[in-house]
């Protein structure tokens, strides 16, 4: 079993930046494939970043390459999420999830049981 615990949402203005740990406990984090959601208001939750249990393979949503680097450090049991250049389009609850140990790295929702309670981050113009 994993558990999940976000951090490091806010307020920031447009432009700024923002980063979120994940802290894990449980007994395989540095198997399990990392991933980072977000859902605003009104709207489905949506896949954002996610990393593999080495920390080798990253992948990332189209509206956040280039901007929103994901990466972990399994000896702190700590996933990340650095959010830069922020747009009030980017407002949300930001969640990170956890894969079973030992699966390929997923963008899908489903393939993560794992959850954090989800932290709140809002971009002002």
């Known amino acids: 079993q994993v558990q999940l615990v976000e951090s490091g949402g806010g307020l920031v203005q447009a432009g700024g930046s923002l980063r979120l740990p994940c802290a894990a406990s449980?007994?395989?984090?540095?198997?399990?494939?990392m991933g980072w959601f977000r859902q605003a208001a009104g709207k489905e939750r949506e896949f954002v970043s996610a990393?593999?249990?080495?920390?080798?393979?990253?992948y990332y949503a189209g509206s956040v390459k280039g901007r929103f680097p994901c990466s972990r450090d399994n000896a702190k049991n700590t996933a990340y999420l650095q959010m830069n250049s922020l747009q009030p389009e980017d407002t949300a609850v930001y969640y990170c999830?956890?894969?079973?140990?030992?699966?390929?790295?997923?963008?899908?929702?489903?393939?993560?049981?794992?959850w954090g309670q989800g932290t709140q981050v809002t971009v002002s113009s």
């Open positions: 990393v593999s249990w080495g920390g080798n393979d990253r």
């Open positions: 999830a956890a894969q079973r140990r030992g699966t390929a790295t997923s963008r899908n929702i489903s393939d993560n049981p794992y």
């Open positions: 449980g007994p395989s984090f540095n198997t399990n494939p």
